[in-house]
Nanobody
Framework: QVQLVESGGGLVQAGGSLRLSCAPS????????MGWFRQAPGKEREFVAA????????YYADSVKGRFTISRDNAKNTIYLQMNSLKPEDTAVYYC??????????????????WGQGTQVTVSS
């Protein structure tokens, strides 16, 4: 059974930082994309960032460019999301996701086959 285990969420003041981690178990994702999405109360799930392992390309939503950084650790089969200069509007449940094939779009949620349980990030003003 494939599981994506997230950690690192919490409560932080505006301007602060958090680092999220996602460690898959049950399979490796080879050259497939992995990414982060978020969902705030009353809003749809939205793309945050993704990394394509095959092309070593990084993708970011405009709202987080310059503040968030996605990275990977091949040895640990883990991806990270470093979030700096956090704003209250970043408050959401953050989900790690992975694609089962290398053919999907990195920014489209329906193209991801595996999802974590989510971790809450709350930014106070």
């Amino acid at each position: 059974q494939v599981q994506l285990v997230e950690s690192g969420g919490g409560l932080v003041q505006a301007g602060g930082s958090l680092r999220l981690s996602c460690a898959p178990s049950g399979r490796t994702f080879g050259r497939n994309a992995m990414g982060w999405f978020r969902q705030a109360p009353g809003k749809e799930r939205e793309f945050v960032a993704a990394i394509n392992w095959a092309s070593i390309s990084l993708y970011y939503a405009d709202s987080v460019k310059g503040r968030f950084t996605i990275s990977r650790d091949n040895a640990k089969n883990t991806i990270y999301l470093q979030m700096n200069s956090l704003k209250p509007e970043d408050t959401a449940v953050y989900y790690c996701a992975a694609q089962g094939s290398p053919y999907g779009s990195e920014e489209r949620a329906p193209d991801y086959d595996y999802w974590g349980q989510g971790t809450q990030v709350t930014v106070s003003s």
